[in-house]
């Protein structure tokens, strides 16, 4: 793994010394040129990939994570758990292929070690490497973007930042169970794109859903194993109009508690973020992009494992008739999280081989108690016998 890898810059390692005692930047282990970290005890892990040239907008420009390093390291932790490492950055391979290799190798090496990797990526299509690297580690993937776009795309056409989870989806082996968009503009998307977003049962919120009430996404990261932001995802007076010019789009604290969100789900391992630029000359874009990362790891700090669903002392059971089925609710005693049972039907080819829990809201538990059946369950038994 060390191999991929090139040193965090001098700049931030002299930008580190002079920074008090007790910021995030004295604690992490850090890829310098007098070696790579040791490994142990480290639960979180900064990985830079500097690979933009599938960017549809590519002349030739590189991503440079050294604002976003400084402002992180200027941070102070919260009361955490678990060592940090900054790996440094995977410098661009012979081929686009080649950084997709070695992302992908470096997330299945952290990911089989229980490090959380923390990529800090050029152009969004690394994702796809992100994805691959769940190979032999999990069954079935759900994947959760921030994004204000599907990146759907062509199946038969190039892989670019705009056009990559179509290959994810068709390419196999099938692993792929849930694509999930979080923030998408209309206007951003065509209907033959919102469309097929539907007919593959996949889960959309509008930005506009989002912000009027943030907490409706949670059970969607609760499922996911890795989540993926765009920034253009934020709108541009957030992030500066020099590199995203929509006046729409999620603001800094928005961005953040989705962040903390996807932290807190007990199955999220990686945690990407794309379309990174050189922010030198924008130092609140790196400060923003440091501060994500900080709410992300605080989420992940306050992680709480439910239990044992099957225990009645650690769940409220809740049986509701709706039309010619009886939805089986679970309510946590302790977190007093949702979820909803996903049948096991042995008629059909079912992706899924037994019963399984749905993570969802009290809200959807009302709906079904006047006989309105949830979207979200709808949706997943459709997928699962398709």
């Known amino acids: 793994m060390t191999e991929f890898f090139i040193p965090v810059s001098k700049k931030v390692v002299a930008y580190n010394e002079v920074l008090p005692q007790g910021v995030l930047g004295k604690q992490i282990k850090k890829h310098t040129d007098a070696g790579f970290p040791d490994l142990e005890g480290v639960l979180f892990a900064i990985v830079g990939v500097k690979e933009t040239r599938n960017d549809v907008d590519y002349i030739g420009n590189k991503p440079c994570f050294d604002s976003v390093r400084e402002a992180f390291y200027s941070l102070y932790s919260g009361n ?32 089989s070690k229980k490090i959380i990797p923390i990529i800090l990526g050029g152009s969004q299509d690394l994702v796809i490497a992100q994805y691959k ?53 209309s206007y951003y998307n065509s209907p033959q794109e919102i469309a097929l977003m539907e007919k593959l049962f996949f889960d959309a919120y509008r930005l506009g859903e989002i912000v009027q009430d943030l907490t409706v996404v949670e059970p969607i990261f609760r499922n996911a194993h890795l989540v993926s932001l765009d920034v253009n995802a934020i709108k541009g007076e957030a992030i500066s109009y020099k590199y995203n010019q929509s006046p729409n789009g999620f603001n800094s604290r928005e961005i953040c508690a989705l962040a903390r969100y996807a932290g807190i789900s007990n199955s999220v391992s990686s945690f990407g973020i794309y379309e990174i630029k050189d922010y030198e000359n924008s130092p609140t874009s790196g400060m923003l992009i440091a501060q994500i990362i900080w709410y ?91």
């Open 133 to 185: 690297a769940y190979a032999g580690l999990e069954n079935m993937i759900n994947f959760v973007n921030i994004d204000s776009k599907f990146d759907l795309g062509d199946v038969d056409a190039p892989v670019s930042n705009k056009s990559y989870v179509g290959k994810i989806i068709v390419e196999k082996p099938y692993n792929l169970f849930n694509y999930s968009t979080l923030g998408y503009q």
């Open 296 to 386: 992300f790891i605080e989420g992940v700090n306050f992680r709480v494992n439910d239990g044992d669903f099957n225990n009645p002392k650690l769940f409220k059971t809740y049986k509701v008739p709706v039309d010619d089925e009886v939805l089986l609710f679970k309510k946590s005693n302790k977190t007093g999280r949702w979820w909803i049972e996903l049948p096991f039907i042995s008629t059909i080819n079912n992706k899924l081989k037994s019963k399984t829990l749905l993570p969802c809201t009290y809200n959807e538990y009302l709906s079904a108690c006047n006989q309105e059946i949830p979207e979200r369950w709808y949706k997943a038994r459709r997928k699962n016998e398709v």
């Open 80 to 111: 955490w758990a678990g060592q940090f490492a900054d790996l440094g950055d995977i410098e661009q391979g012979a081929t686009v292929e080649d950084s997709y290799y070695a992302l992908q190798t470096v997330t299945n090496q952290l990911l």
